[in-house]
C-alpha cells in the first residue's frame, strides 16, 4: 500500500505557473508508476500525466508542452510543474500510484489503487 499526500496548489492568473508535489509513505516507492488526474465540477476525472519506474511519461494532449512530471524516488515525491497555466485547468488535481499498471492503461483512472485526497488549483482569466 502506498498513501500520497498532495500540496502545492492555489490560485493563479492565466499564464502562471504551479508546481504540485506528492509525498508517498509506504514501500517500494521507486516501483510504482505514479499519476497525476484532475476533476473539474461537473467532470470526470481526467488523466493529466504520468511516470513509470523506469521514468517514461506520458501527457494528456491538454497538457504535453506545458506541463512536466518528475520523480524523486530519495524522497518519495513525485511533481507536476504547470506552466502556462490556462482557466481551463481549474479542477481538483489528484495524485495516484499502482505498481501494476502497464503502458497501455497509464491512462485509465480505474487501475489506479492508491489515491491523494487532491489539492484545489484555480486559473483566473
Known amino acids: 500500500q502506498l498513501q500520497l499526500v498532495e500540496s502545492g496548489g492555489g490560485l493563479v492568473q492565466s499564464g502562471g505557473s504551479l508546481r504540485l508535489s506528492c509525498v508517498g509513505t509506504?514501500?517500494?516507492?521507486?516501483?510504482?508508476?505514479l499519476a497525476w488526474f484532475r476533476q473539474a465540477p461537473g467532470k470526470e476525472r481526467e488523466f493529466v500525466s504520468a511516470?513509470?519506474?523506469?521514468?517514461?511519461?506520458a501527457y494528456a494532449d491538454s497538457t504535453k508542452g506545458r506541463f512536466t512530471i518528475s520523480r524523486d524516488n530519495t524522497g518519495n515525491t513525485v511533481y507536476l510543474q504547470m506552466n502556462s497555466l490556462k482557466p481551463e485547468d481549474t479542477a481538483l488535481y489528484f495524485c495516484?500510484?499502482?505498481?501494476?499498471?502497464?503502458?497501455?492503461?497509464?491512462?485509465?483512472?480505474?487501475?489506479?489503487?492508491?489515491w491523494g485526497q487532491g489539492t484545489q488549483v484555480t486559473v483566473s482569466s
Open positions: 495516484a500510484g499502482d505498481a501494476q499498471i502497464i503502458q497501455s492503461q497509464l491512462r485509465n483512472p480505474v487501475q489506479y489503487k492508491n
Open positions: 511516470i513509470r519506474y523506469n521514468r517514461n511519461t
Open positions: 509506504g514501500s517500494s516507492f521507486s516501483r510504482y508508476t
